[in-house]
């Protein structure tokens, strides 16, 4: 191993440490560029499983799921919390849980992994399971189209092991449609009840046409977005049988709670996350901890312990009114943050905070996708503070929406937004939404007025 890499990494975290920062990925940065290969030296020291996640949205959260299931369960983990899930941020929490000799004493690794970077480092870590969440469309002014993404990911398993295991969600026809010849252990989870919260396919929804014959999909239902129980009349192109099947699934203010079935077992499940996409993050965050071996009673004792990263349904209280915190980064994860608003059913403030810095996409159009329209005639509004450096737009689209003007306040600072959402707030639950470097500076401000979740 060349440790040349592993001791700058040490060195740079060190200085991160000292200067404040957080330094998530620009130890990794730094290290490999001396010592390309530090990610598949480190990772070998892992002593069992390793497990990569990927997709465009709930990647995060399942996989802080999988590893808190698996540290519940006594076992030593290594994991990129902090979701720096590009080649960066992996080699810098490899040279965190690692000695200055680069030896790991961990008993599993699960990753995250960030779905254009997964031809780049899936090989290195090897893992013995892969877990495809969703494709949506995201940013495409960095990604392109996203075609160009699910054939890379489809060209990188293709280089896996045959033992490895890949478990698909089912409902999304892009994702459901990597398992088609591929050459490994194909599993598949999704959602059996219905779930009759009238929801309707997203106008952002992307996979209408079967890939097999180009004829229009039809939907027995739908979830959200555009996953659902879907199939073709032209070809019987159809949602893969499940392996692992939701039901008698129950969604309140308190959290989510389910039924997996699996084989002949019914695996009852309670989450104190909220929202119908979480059914998808647990549910994939238990199929993998069962092929893993994880005894159930551990299980629910992670998913119990598991708590969110900051701006990831964080729950909070700001001046002493309950607040709810939650990144928006594309049309279908904004619909589904306002579905998940719509299922509390509480008369609601919302802060959405936009920026339109490079880590976010120049291009704020993706914002007319989003189905706001859908949320305004269902939820409870009072008040809206739009604010970040497109906050004008976002103003505007909710104008559009059908919000009353007089109950839209633009206040470009963020940090002046969240002093002021409070002061309007009685019964309310406070509904904070950014994008991604609005999140940044809506942590900076959590963190410098010692608010925690």
């Not at 598949?188 to 014959?213: H, R, T, W």
């Not at 939820?379 to 505007?396: F, H, P, Q, W």
């Amino acid at each position: 191993m060349d440790l040349l890499g592993v001791v700058l990494g040490k060195f740079v975290i060190l200085g991160c440490k000292l200067t404040g920062k957080n330094g998530t990925s620009l130890p990794g940065k730094l290290a490999l560029k001396i010592s390309p290969n530090l990610i598949k030296d480190i990772v070998k020291g892992v002593k069992n499983e390793k497990v990569v996640v990927t997709g465009t949205n709930g990647k995060t959260t399942t996989s802080g799921l999988i590893a808190e299931i698996l540290k519940s369960s006594g076992k030593k983990v290594v994991h990129n919390r902090e979701g720096a899930n590009m080649l960066s941020g992996i080699a810098t929490v490899l040279i965190k849980n690692s000695d200055f000799f680069g030896n790991i004493n961990k008993d599993a690794g699960v990753f995250e992994v960030d779905e254009a970077n997964m031809p780049l480092v899936l090989n290195d870590i090897n893992p013995k399971i892969v877990v495809v969440t969703n494709f949506f469309r995201d940013q495409l002014d960095r990604y392109g189209e996203l075609d160009i993404t699910i054939k890379k990911v489809k060209e990188s398993l293709n280089r896996l092991p045959k033992d490895s295991m890949l478990l698909l969600n089912a409902d999304e026809p892009f994702t459901a449609s990597l398992g088609d010849d591929l050459n490994l252990n194909v599993m598949y989870y999704g959602i059996l009840d219905k779930l009759n919260y009238g929801y309707s396919l997203s106008p952002a929804f992307e996979q209408k046409y079967c890939p097999v014959c180009g004829g229009k999909y039809v939907y027995k239902d739908v979830f959200y977005g555009q996953l659902g129980d879907y199939y073709c009349p032209k070809c019987g192109k159809s949602r893969p049988n499940l392996d692992f099947g939701a039901l008698d699934i129950k969604l309140t203010e308190d959290g989510i709670s389910f039924k997996i079935k699996y084989k002949d077992k019914l695996i009852n499940i309670k989450s104190h996350l909220n929202g119908a996409y979480n059914i998808y993050n647990v549910m994939s965050s238990v199929a993998t901890n069962i092929l893993l071996g994880t005894p159930l009673s551990y299980i629910q004792a992670g998913l119990n312990n598991y708590r969110p990263i900051a701006g990831r349904l964080q729950t909070t209280y700001l001046k002493g009114k309950k607040a709810i915190i939650n990144l928006i980064k594309n049309p279908i994860g904004f619909d589904s943050t306002l579905n998940m608003l719509r299922e509390i059913n509480k008369p609601l403030n919302l802060l959405i905070a936009i920026n339109d810095n490079y880590a976010d996409g120049r291009d704020v159009s993706w914002l007319w996708d989003v189905d706001i329209e859908n949320f305004v005639s269902h939820a409870k509004i009072n008040y809206v503070v739009t604010s970040g450096l497109r906050a004008e737009d976002m103003a505007l689209r909710l104008k559009y929406a059908g919000i009353d003007p007089k109950k839209i306040k633009i206040i470009n600072s963020i940090e002046n937004a969240l002093d002021y959402i409070p002061t309007v707030t009685n019964e309310e639950l406070i509904a904070v939404l950014p994008n991604y470097t609005s999140l940044h500076e809506v942590n900076t401000y959590m963190k410098s007025r010692g608010v925690k979740a």
